[in-house]
T-cell receptor, first 115, second 115 residues
Framework: DAGVTQSPTHLIKTRGQQVTLRCSPISGHKSVSWYQQVLGQGPQFIFQYYEKEERGRGNFPDRFSARQFPNYSSELNVNALLLGDSALYLC??????????????FGPGTRLTVT | AQSVTQLGSHVSVSEGALVLLRCNYS??????LFWYVQYPNQGLQLLLKYTSAATLVKGINGFEAEFKKSETSFHLTKPSAHMSDAAEYFC?????????????FGKGTKLSVIP
């Protein structure tokens, strides 16, 4: 079975621009979470979506938004990019909102560089 | 609030030596704890998880961890290091509430294996 997939792999944007990152969860998984990993740090939680609704949000500004589609894939949008948004963005899927002992499966990430 | 602290940002061991990566947690309720591994330019892979079923947890690639409530610790060990174990390791705890759950990660420990 295919794991979590993310696109694109790498992305270079300029300050002030907007970016959209995409994630496809493991087949049958209904929950998608997004994490930001700045170089040298552990991942930080941005959003969790389940059944197309936002279920949790981390401490990130409103420039960050996301949505989940009927096929459970998800997009993360970041507006008005800042240099500090440069990071690896990780998507994780899980079977259900509180399913399977909270186990989450991560994709390979999208490396965003803001210049 | 649940959190984890990883002691030592960088650990070096000789090939064949014991691997010990330290993680202490802070939680007011019985925690769900995880260890993830991240190889360069890749996403996170789950090594093992503690969900209160057993205090000694065995994971993939010969790793195991022991939950010690009295010490609030969940250290990761492997009896004999291989070159392929060189990677970054993250300890994480689940934070849950209001119908959502998120992983809160430590800052990571980079493991180097010396031939």
């Amino acid at each position: 079975d295919a794991g979590v997939t993310q696109s694109p792999t790498h992305l270079i944007k300029t300050r002030g621009q907007q970016v959209t990152l995409r994630c496809s969860p493991i087949s049958g998984h209904k929950s998608v979470s997004w994490y930001q990993q700045v170089l040298g740090q552990g991942p930080q939680f941005i959003f969790q979506y389940y059944e197309k609704e936002e279920r949790g949000r981390g401490n990130f500004p409103d420039r960050f938004s996301a949505r989940q589609f009927p096929n459970y894939s998800s997009e993360l949008n970041v507006n008005a990019l800042l240099l500090g948004d440069s990071a690896l963005y990780l998507c994780a899927s899980s079977p259900g909102r509180l399913g399977n002992n909270y186990e989450q499966y991560f994709g390979p990430g999208t490396r965003l560089t803001v210049t | 609030a649940q959190s984890v602290t990883q002691l030592g940002s960088h650990v070096s061991v000789s090939e064949g030596a014991l691997v010990l990566l330290r993680c202490n947690y802070s939680s007011s309720v019985p925690p769900y704890l995880f260890w993830y591994v991240q190889y360069p330019n890749q996403g996170l892979q789950l090594l093992l998880k503690y969900t209160s079923a057993a205090t000694l947890v065995k994971g993939i690639n010969g790793f195991e961890a022991e939950f010690k409530k009295s010490e609030t610790s969940f250290h990761l060990t492997k009896p004999s290091a291989h070159m392929s174990d060189a990677a970054e390791y993250f300890c994480a705890v689940i934070r849950s509430g209001a119908g959502s759950y998120q992983l809160t990660f430590g800052k990571g420990t980079k493991l180097s294996v010396i031939p």
